[in-house]
Nanobody, 118 residues
Framework: QVQLVESGGMLVQAGGSLRLTCVASGYIVSIIRLGWYRQVPGKERDLVAEITWNGVPSYVDSVKGRFAVSKDDPKNDELVVYLQMNNLTAEDTAVYYC?????????WGQGTQVIVSS
């Protein structure tokens, strides 16, 4: 089992920046990929960015050049993943979720709300 806890979401003005944090704990050695997703009411949860266990990032086109995903080396049975978000727009308003994938399972955090005011 892997537990995920996100934090860092808040109200920010358009053009501003935020850094979201996801702390993964539990059986973290099983994780092969971590991702950030976002969801707005009435819509599906969409992928924003991912990073592999060995640190290779990938992004959806809408956030390329504005968002950056990174992670720390595992420490004390925890793994921390970040999503640095710059030049935010109202379209980035959503609940942001962290997802961890192992070969057999997927795990989700509870989400953190980001609101971008225009």
């Amino acid at each position: 089992q892997v537990q995920l806890v996100e934090s860092g979401g808040m109200l920010v003005q358009a053009g501003g920046s935020l850094r979201l944090t996801c702390v993964a704990s539990g059986y973290i050695v099983s994780i092969i990929r971590l991702g950030w997703y976002r969801q707005v009411p009435g819509k599906e949860r969409d992928l924003v960015a991912e990073i592999t266990w060995n640190g290779v990032p990938s992004y959806v086109d809408s956030v390329k050049g504005r968002f950056a995903v990174s992670k720390d080396d595992p420490k004390n049975d925890e793994l921390v993943v970040y999503l640095q978000m710059n030049n935010l727009t109202a379209e980035d308003t959503a609940v942001y979720y962290c997802k961890a994938r192992s070969r057999a399972n997927s795990y989700w955090g509870q989400g953190t709300q980001v609101i971008v005011s225009s």
